[in-house]
């Protein structure tokens, strides 16, 4: 066995003589040992095995190494295109000025790559997965190419030498064969076994596919062999079924023919039935239609196959199966699959696995080769159907789809491709035919209309398939292919494929159908209405918009003509099968008639671009009746919605209602419907139109002339905004112009208008707002003039501002005055708002702005709106507005406004007053000029004598007779009129005017009307038929029998026409007698009248009609002349008092609501005045209340609780509210100002030691090492990082008033934004959050001048006093409330920051180190306060810092604690500071480490360890005392520091300038001497210098001058002077050195505090300050020194000498700082977003960064958890003690972390539009705004994120 042998040798040489056997002309043994060798290696009952991949990879290598022979191959690329593969939630780019096909899309590195400066392109995460088109002419310009790719490779690529694939040609079709192998054999059908099995498969085919795919990768040359190989039919048929004697082949082939059986479309037992039958059988969907129609399906089950022809006659519960045989050109759509090679077998067992992601990517990876792209398109359509069929039966349908379109995408975004298989593989009929079959499988039974009898059906909206969207890749190829001009064209061209494709439509007519409720709410609530829009937005109107791009030009005609041919014939079918007549069903409601907007939306374009006549395109009167009837149903149930009639179907119904309107949709839905109605309205006869529509609005019997009448369908309260709801209808129908003859320019104006009018919008929302007007994929606005040139015309940009609230503001866009003035247009916003409240909005808005510009101050109405000219073929639309139905709606609709009759409103007027100014300013062309009036005034049976608006406006109707309920004050009336009848008429023609009334008294019944046209419409052909008689009356149709008062017939006498009555309005709107002048209408300017209230409006519409016709304008000047005051109509009616009353009730409830709202403000201002007090800068806070008081008086606090105002006592202390809180702000100070930058690439690092916080550790850590640890904790302080920081509100309480209000939150079950078990609340008064109450001291605030006054003590004395205060042993407190309460305060500070922080001593919880730890609190709150007013005390950042301190209180409560601790006399520091000690010989001793010297000592700490152990209040004699004793050895300190960075002949230099100014007199205030003293001595210790001699000649290279150490020495000291300074200011109330100048100089500030601190000495004459004058010695200078030296030269004898590099250090610390960010988003982005986790290596899902330290942490992420932690919550305890910033990668916005709580702060990037892009949904670049990063920076530093940001969640740990 010869194979056997090989197997045994090494690979690497089998391969090589395999090779140079195949290499030989004959080269038959060499094929016989290699097909051997493979049939043992890859032999697949083997299943998978690694060793099989190793021998391939050495086969194809042929004896090299595979990665050498990887790059060889390499080397004969000679692919143009990029293709790269990516899957879901890659991210890419997408730049819509290089792209053809809309699709487009760049992988990064070619992206940036490419020059794309200026385009408009955007970043986006893949949803379904894609490839890179670089290099693609066909899907992008050339111009977008990025480098690599812009240069056409293949050209100087040499030929591929022959040897080089050879093997590869050999081993290839093996390997492949073993793959399909497998595949066939794990596949088992879904129903025989569980679906995850399939994954198991997979995994373990993992690793040969992902080889396979490597192949890919290794360029063109390597792509050409795998194509050649996957597409050669003979090779398929030699290895695909395996050899005779092969058992497991024979077996393997035969699962595989299994497989193949059911994958036709019609299956194969179907076939033999001849296709009658059921027709459920292959899809389990089809049942659902079965078991939802019940027993009549069942019922015409039986004889259905006799019915097979018959269409229409089928049995609903067999799925109405489309013939395809007559229609599809190509039955084989329908058969079982056959292949002729591998790529044909792989794609149908990647369908059949549900497209593993491996497998995609690797058929998509070979695309860049021509050849194989066609085949593998070609091979795609062949199994389009199979795939739908896969598709439908998936569990996981919504990743399948993904994966589909990821292919498909790909395939049908070139046109040159998408055009050939249309010829070839009729692409497009099995597109059409797939869907109709996919649809099938949910049809039910329509239930419009007709409901037993209804034929037609339609899709069930509750199918997966619907709600699931599983259609959505099919429709998204059929949108992606109809968007190529060629494929869409032999779309339009074949009739059979429209036919078929209409009947698909229909499918969607008529769907998800609401029926309104009567009496029980609904149950359930269904949201299958999504699924309904969704399907009929992406179903069919997407593909109508894609069809509709083609059908631009004259050329197009013939394609608009069949579309609306076919559009009418399916109607038609649709009106036969849902049994429609005349009348709508009642009750019934649905928003999808996608066979009108079909049909509307080629009517409109076929009018506006392709120049065809509209009556051409439009069918018989009948038919156009009809096809109103459904649009107009759903315009009137908009407003039956919004008038609260189907309140009882729950909320959806609004949703729906929204939604149609919604701007994705509108376009597609409710503009069409309008648009239809409007050729309707211009063709059908204009009466019976208007009488349709108040019928439909069903408010016909609200149109009568009596005051009072019934209405059988609404309820009183639904009459108005059903009335509004008509009216406004028929002012958008007769003024809307979308459609009609606006360009697109305009129409996009328009929209944009409307928007910014209801609100400010930003870029982004506005964009999303205004409907796309062709294919929403495209994203290119049509017209000559884009988007955004259209916005700078009618919009201000606002940039963004922080507003103090704290809340972001985005860059808005709001309208331009001129915009307000003329172009606001309220029907336009009417139209467009989802909600009711926006068009509210946009009225105060509009109201707001003409206040402003003083037009008008009132409460204005709706601006009256010139419109664009008709189009020629809509001009019948006006005589909508001068038909004799209108007019007399309108006059009757006055005189009941004039009447004061009930359910009339201010809108409906305004409505009116549109419709007649509409009517004005559209005359109906063919009038003759006004014809004087004629005689046939007294014509009986109409109310007017023509049509025109303008002649009927004056036109007065006398009498008219109504029918009203007996009870009607009209009946009463005549009844007193009987009565007085019986006295003898006083004249006679008074009888006879009444006998004529009778006669000519005018009768009006809309219902009765438009019966009548419809029968004149219907029978125009015959005339006997027009004489139809017609009912005498409507309104008893509708009564329902038994109905209460019976109605009677009345005549009421009017006298008056409109001109009149809108004189009377006026009059009773402007409540003047004779509002109208007769010389008003000589002056009158239309144009004044623009803007304004009713008035304005009814004098702009009379001024009108005067300046249009003379006979109007005399009846003007009649009736105004007249002007007598008009008497009021119904004096004597009961109603009349009721309205009285009403008149006075409405006064009286307004002026208690005066006193009411009078007393509120009093008892407000009180409120605010005591809160201003407080919150007030001057009175710098609180406590220093006292200081305004007479002396003596103790200082009062005001609880804000319980209001009581008094002194805090030892029994009932009062307290301040306080937020406690953790902080490092202070430990990531640096030294230099410029903050550190965030790196952005693998060089740049950060480095955390230089920070304070790293140093203060580094310099307690070695001090400990040395030295005694009960003084290493008094000689440093600790809290840089995780210090205490107390911060006040400044409001104070009774601290039981406190606990009680606590209870209270405890048991308030709102949920809080904070824990009240952590005792968080917030402020009773101010709201801001706090945690603690920090108890005031009983006593004065501040003490009283003895304490304060200059003492004439000196030095010595005054040393020897403080020392003697110091042995004063602490007094132990008596046991109080108040002792009480400092003790829990102490608690809450302990537990504020966490352990690590307190403990720094050797043994934790020692008294040391709580001593350490109380002194530290007081320190980072001091050092706090000089950060936040700004680094020194002369800034003048005061008033925020000032109100925020609470120093004076906090010092008193933990001076209190630590006199619990008193200092052992032995290691006082003060006897080291002030006394010369000889007994140094005997402190050390072996055991014991020595002390820490003072030269090492932190000398701000020594400050307050001295202020906090002395018994308080303390004299400020004594306080200064301890600050000179200090200074002095601070100035110590800084000399020492100085000298150790002179250079070795500097120091020689100095100490001999010193020696010689010794002996001079002040030489102890002369730094020349001391720093010479401090030389010599310290030369004497050998280490002090050696150690540092040569890093200090790195760092002086310059030479000291005086001037420059008199500089350095100042800048030592300052830190802390300005310490000392104001701590002075917190315990005595002395002011601080005020200054105004913001950056001084060193040498001014620091004689500024020296004198401040009354350190000043004698100032030299000079002016300039010396630092040495301030010096006071209680002894001998030298001396002193002597001795604090001696401590440290005694160090370099012992094992302590490291420890000498303590002498250097420096206080001085820059402000802290966030990191430095970089300006363009992308940086940030494109280095982090792909930068994998520290911790596991994997690339984060949420990747964060740290803003303070600049760390890389995953949000939420599993990998970094610790102890159910995760590692941003982590992170921020460790680097912020629970306070932390990061910015999310990926979503560019900040979140902040503090301790429980977080909050999204917001985002510091923006975009060229001030927007943030949260998500980076938008992709849009993003730049830096430095305002918004420097109140980030702020509120850190401040600490006052918890005050600002109001939304706070508990994280739980998990972020």
């Not at 500024?1648 to 004698?1658: I, K, M």
Request: charged share 25%.
């Amino acid at each position: 066995m010869m194979a056997a042998s090989l197997l045994r040798r090494d690979k690497k040489s089998t391969a090589a003589h395999l090779k140079a056997d195949l290499k030989r002309t004959d080269n038959s043994s060499g094929l016989r040992q290699l097909q051997e060798l493979l049939d043992s290696v890859l032999n697949p009952e083997r299943g998978s095995d690694p060793e099989a991949l190793e021998w391939c990879k050495w086969l194809l290598a042929g004896g090299d190494g595979f990665d050498e022979f990887c790059r060889t191959v390499r080397s004969y690329d000679n692919a143009t295109l990029c293709g790269l593969v990516w899957t879901a939630n890659f991210v890419a780019y997408r730049c819509r000025t290089c792209g053809i096909s809309p699709c487009m899309s760049l992988c990064a590195e070619c992206f940036n790559n490419g020059d794309h400066t200026g385009h408009d392109f955007n970043m986006f995460r893949s949803q379904a997965g894609g490839a890179c088109d670089c290099g693609d002419g066909n899907v992008m310009r050339e111009s977008g190419f990025c480098s690599r790719h812009r240069l056409k490779t293949g050209e100087n690529v040499p030929s591929v030498p022959r040897d080089l694939l050879l093997m590869s040609e050999m081993v290839l079709p093996r390997f492949i064969i073993t793959i399909i192998q497998y595949l066939r054999d794990g596949y088992t059908e879904p129903e025989s076994a569980a679906d995850r099995d399939l994954q198991k498969v997979l995994q373990q085919l993992e690793p040969h596919i992902s080889f396979l795919e490597e192949l890919t990768k290794m360029g063109g040359a390597m792509r050409t062999v795998l194509t050649k190989i996957l597409t050669n039919q003979q090779t398929f048929k030699e290895l695909s079924m395996g050899q005779e004697e092969n058992v497991y082949a024979k077996r393997n082939y035969e699962k595989y023919l299994s497989a193949l059986k059911s994958s036709g479309l019609v299956s194969v037992e179907e076939k033999g039935a001849g296709g009658a039958g059921a027709g459920a059988t292959d899809t389990p969907a089809g049942a659902g239609a079965l078991s939802l129609l019940g027993a009549t399906a069942a019922a015409s089950l039986e004889d259905s196959s006799k019915e097979e022809d018959q269409d229409g006659l089928q049995g609903v519960g067999q799925r109405k199966r489309v013939k395809l045989s007559s229609s599809t050109k190509d039955p084989s759509i329908m058969d079982t699959l056959k292949h002729k090679c591998f790529l044909e077998e792989l794609l149908f067992w990647t369908i059949k696995y549900e497209f593993p992601q491996k497998m995609v990517t690797f058929l998509l990876n070979m695309l860049p080769d021509q050849d194989y792209k066609i085949t593998f398109t070609k091979t795609f359509v062949q199994h389009y159907a199979f795939i739908m069929k896969t598709l439908m039966k998936s569990h996981e349908s919504d990743t399948m789809s993904n994966r589909i379109v990821h292919i498909s995408v790909q395939l049908f975004s070139n046109e040159e491709l998408a055009r050939h298989v249309t010829e070839e593989c009729q692409l497009l009929d099995i597109m059409v035919t797939v869907l109709l079959y996919m649809m099938e499988s949910c049809l039910i039974k329509s239930e419009l209309q007709d409901e037993e009898n209804n034929r037609h059906v339609v899709v069930n909206c509750g199918e997966a398939l619907l709600k699931n969207n599983t259609y959505w890749p099919l429709v998204s190829d059929f949108i992606n292919i109809l968007s190529h001009q060629s494929v869409a064209k032999r779309f339009l061209e074949d009739h059979s494929l429209l036919l078929l494709w209409m009947s698909f439509v229909s499918f969607f007519q008529g769907m998800n159908l609401n029926k309104r409720e009567l009496n029980e709410h609904v149950e359930f609530e269904s949201q299958t209405y999504y699924a309904a829009f969704a399907a009929e937005l992406e179903a069919c109107a997407q593909p109508m918009w894609g069809l509709l791009t083609h059908c631009k030009v004259k050329e197009t005609q013939e394609y608009t003509k069949t579309v609306v041919r076919y559009c009418l014939e399916t109607l038609q079918m649709w009106f036969d099968a849902i049994g429609f007549v005349d009348e709508p069903a009642l009750n019934q409601l649905t928003f999808h008639l996608p066979l009108h907007r079909y049909y509307a939306m080629f009517l409109s374009k076929g009018v506006k671009c392709q120049g065809l006549d509209l009556d051409s395109l439009l069918p018989d009167q009948e038919m156009l009746m009809k096809i109103m009837v459904h649009p107009l149903q759903i315009q009137a149930s908009l407003s039956e919605i919004h008038s609260n009639m189907w309140v009882r179907n729950g909320l959806q119904i609004k949703g729906q209602a929204m939604t149609y309107v919604q701007s994705h949709f509108c376009n597609s839905m409710i503009d069409p419907d309008i648009y239809l109605l409007q050729v309707c309205a211009s063709r059908l006869d204009p009466d019976y139109f208007i009488s349709s529509v108040f019928e439909r609005f069903k408010v016909v019997d609200l149109l009568t002339m009596a005051s009072q009448h019934q209405n059988a369908v609404l309820d009183s309260e639904q009459e108005r905004p059903m009335l509004e709801g008509a009216l406004t209808f028929l002012v958008i129908l007769s003024s809307l112009r979308i459609h009609l003859g606006m360009s697109d320019d305009e129409i996009l104006r328009a929209e944009m208008v409307s928007q910014l009018c209801m609100n400010d919008r930003t870029h982004s929302s506005l964009l999303d707002l205004i409907p796309e007007n062709p294919n929403p994929k495209s994203g290119v606005v049509p017209g000559s003039c884009s988007f955004e040139e259209m916005l700078s015309a009618v919009a201000d940009f606002k940039a963004p501002v922080f507003e103090p609230g704290g809340s972001m503001q985005q860059g808005m866009y709001t309208p331009k005055a001129e915009v307000w003035e003329k172009e606001f247009d309220p029907i336009m916003v009417i139209l467009r708002t989802v909600y009711r409240r926006d068009v509210q909005s946009a009225m105060d808005r509009y109201a707001a702005f003409l206040k402003q510009s003083g037009v008008h101050t009132g409460n204005p109405w709706p601006p009256y709106k010139e419109r664009t000219p008709l189009h020629p073929c809509y001009k019948g639309l006006v005589r909508l507005l001068h038909c004799k139905t209108l007019h007399i709606v309108i006059f009757t609709l006055l005189y009941k406004i004039w009447m004061d009759h009930q359910n009339m409103s201010e809108h409906v007027l305004c409505m009116v007053l549109y419709l007649i100014e509409l009517g004005l300013d559209n005359q109906v062309q063919d009038d003759k000029v006004e014809e004087e009036p004629c005689i046939e005034e007294h014509c009986h049976d109409s109310w007017f004598p023509g049509t025109s608006l303008l002649s009927n406006l004056h036109h007065v109707i006398n009498f008219v007779r109504v029918r009203v309920p007996e009870t009607a004050p009209e009946v009463e009336r005549k009844r007193e009129r009987e009565r007085e009848r019986e006295t003898p008429p006083s004249t006679s023609s008074e009888s006879a005017t009444f006998g004529q009334n009778l006669r000519e008294a005018q009768v009006f019944s809309l219902v009765a009307e438009r019966r009548r046209k419809f029968q004149e419409i219907i029978n125009r052909s015959n005339h006997e038929a027009s004489q139809a008689v017609r009912p005498k009356s409507s309104s008893s149709r509708w009564l329902p029998p038994g109905s209460p008062p019976q109605l009677v017939t009345e005549i009421l006498e009017i006298r008056e026409s409109m001109l009149s009555l809108l004189v009377k309005l006026h009059q009773k709107l402007s409540a003047k007698q004779n509002s109208l002048s007769l010389s008003w209408l000589a002056e009158v300017d239309p144009a004044h009248h623009a803007h304004g209230d009713g008035l304005t409006a009814i004098e702009r519409i009379l001024a009108k009609a005067s300046a249009r016709s003379r006979h109007s304008k005399r009846c003007l000047q009649e009736i105004c002349g007249k002007v007598c005051p008009p008497i009021p109509p119904k004096k004597n009616s009961p109603g009349d008092k009721k309205s009285m009353d009403k008149e006075e009730r409405r006064q009286r409830a307004r002026e208690r609501q005066q006193k009411l709202l009078a007393e509120f403000a009093s008892r407000q201002k009180s409120f605010m005045e005591t809160a201003m007090d407080v919150e007030s800068p001057e009175t710098d806070a609180v406590m220093d209340v006292g200081s305004a008081e007479p002396l003596d008086s103790e200082v009062l606090y005001d609880c804000v609780i319980c209001g009581q105002s008094g002194p805090s006592t030892e029994d009932r202390p009062t307290g301040l509210v306080v937020l406690l809180q953790a902080s490092s702000v202070l430990g990531h100070r640096c030294r230099s100002d410029t903050p550190k930058r965030l790196p952005t690439t693998d060089e740049e690092h950060i480095y955390p030691e230089d920070t304070c916080g790293a140093t203060n550790d580094v310099r307690l850590s070695l001090m400990q090492r040395y030295f005694k640890d009960s003084s290493c904790l008094q000689s440093v302080s600790v809290g840089w990082d995780g210090g205490v920081y107390v911060q006040t509100c400044g409001h104070t309480l009774h601290i039981d008033c406190h606990k009680s209000y606590m209870e209270s939150l405890r048991n308030d079950q709102v949920l809080q934004g904070f824990s009240v078990d952590k005792g968080e609340f917030t402020c009773p008064l101010c709201r801001q959050f706090a945690n603690s109450v920090l108890p005031c001291r009983p006593g004065r605030g501040i003490e009283t001048p003895a304490w304060h006054a200059p003492s004439n003590k000196s030095m010595s004395t005054l040393v020897k006093e403080v020392e003697d205060l110091q042995e004063q042993l602490g007094i132990f407190p008596a046991e109080s409330n108040l002792s009480k309460e400092m003790e829990s305060v102490i608690k809450d500070i302990k537990n504020t920051t966490q352990k690590k922080y307190m403990d720094y001593g050797k043994n934790p919880g020692s008294p040391d180190n709580d001593f350490l730890f109380m002194y530290s609190v007081a320190r980072t709150n001091l050092e706090l306060e000089l950060v936040h007013r700004g680094g020194n005390l002369c800034s003048g950042g005061a008033s925020a810092a000032a109100k925020r301190s609470c120093l004076n209180q906090l010092f008193h409560v933990l001076a209190m604690h630590m006199r619990l601790y008193s200092i052992d006399s032995a290691y006082n520091p003060w006897t080291r500071l002030t006394q010369s000690t000889h007994s140094r010989e005997t402190e050390f001793c072996d055991d014991e480490r020595p002390e820490v010297p003072m030269l090492f000592r932190d000398v701000p700490s020594l400050l307050i360890i001295f202020i906090l152990t002395m018994p308080q209040p303390l004299r400020k004699e004594h306080f200064t005392c301890v600050v000179k004793v200090l200074y002095s050895l601070q100035y110590t300190q800084a000399l020492a520091a100085l000298s150790i960075r002179f250079s070795r002949e500097e120091r020689l230099a100095w100490s001999n300038t010193g020696a010689a100014k010794k002996n001079m007199p002040n030489s102890d205030k002369s730094w020349e001497s001391l720093l010479g003293h401090v030389i010599s001595e310290l030369t004497k210790a050998k280490d002090v210098y050696d150690t540092n001699s040569e890093e200090a000649l790195m760092l002086s290279s310059s030479v000291w001058s005086p001037q420059s150490i008199e500089f350095t020495l100042q800048q030592f000291c300052l830190p802390f002077l300005r310490l000392s300074c104001l701590l002075q200011h917190h315990l005595y109330g002395d002011s601080l050195p005020g200054c105004q100048v913001h950056c001084m100089d060193v040498e001014e500030e620091f004689s500024l505090l020296t004198g401040c601190l009354s350190l000043a000495g004698s100032v030299q004459s000079s002016g300039s300050m010396s630092s040495a004058a301030g010096l006071e010695w209680n002894l001998n200078a030298f001396d002193l020194i002597n001795q604090w030296c001696s401590e440290v030269i005694d160090l370099s004898s012992s094992p302590s000498q490291q420890s000498v590099s303590l002498l250097v250090q420096d206080p001085q610390w820059a402000a802290p700082r966030l990191l430095h960010l970089p300006d363009n988003y992308n940086t940030i982005f494109q280095y982090y977003h792909r930068k994998s986790c520290t911790s596991c290596g994997k690339t984060p899902k949420d990747p964060a960064l740290c803003l303070v330290c600049g760390a890389f942490v995953c949000l939420k992420g599993h990998c970094c958890k610790q102890q159910g932690v995760c590692e941003c919550v982590l992170h921020s305890q460790h680097c912020g003690a629970a306070t932390g910033i990061f910015l999310l990668v990926n979503a560019s916005v900040i979140i902040i972390i503090r301790g429980h709580r977080f909050c999204l702060w917001g985002s510091v990037y923006l975009d060229a539009h001030g927007e943030e892009d949260r998500d980076l949904r938008r992709g849009k670049p993003l730049y830096l705004c430095e305002e918004r990063y420097r109140v980030l920076e702020q509120q850190w530093v401040s600490h006052t994120f918890d005050h600002i940001n109001k939304r706070w969640g508990p994280h739980y740990n998990g972020l």
